[in-house]
């Protein structure tokens, strides 16, 4: 075999190799969605505990929900409790709204989960806590029907991305031989 053949042969695997890479890695976005959205109930039915059986502030209930919270879900809860201690005249519900549309968009939901979480806000901070319980219960079950979305698109569309990734790598190395 030439060098020329050898070259063409491993630039041929390395592109295949980076468009498995490519295919796989937009393939983990949905799977990353998905645990995020699930990490959110769990984070969100401690948060009801929290709030309807100790008797601490809001903030207080928020950092202690996200020290037991994955690093995702926890920079939602932290940037908020860090908001509401600043006491800086903004009521409850536009410290949530703020902190959950920066947040969404850099932990990658989608704008109708978004509007789920962003909810929940109103009701933060202006009612008793069973009436709380009631919305935090409410704002979980919305999160249950994308977390089944979210699964459903995982299954359905992450083997897809994995072979349209390979599939396109191999139609370069065509066009490059």
Known sequence: MSNGLVLKVCGGVLVLLAGAMVGRHIGSTLSRRL????????AFQRLSTELTYQANTLASSFRTTAQDSATDCAMLLTRVATNLEKG????????????????????????????????????????????QKAHLEATIARLEVHVAEARQERNRLEAFYNQVGLLVAAALVLLLI
């Not at 645990?35 to 769990?42: G, Q, R």
């Not at 903004?90 to 969404?104: F, I, K, L, N, P």
């Open 35 to 42: 645990a995020l959205l699930e990490e959110l109930c769990a």
């Open 88 to 131: 800086d005249g903004r009521s409850v519900a536009e410290v949530w709204s703020q902190s959950v549309s920066d947040w969404g968009e850099s932990a990658g939901l989608r704008a109708n989960q978004v509007k789920s979480l962003q909810l929940l806000g109103p009701a933060l901070g202006r009612s008793g806590r069973d009436e």
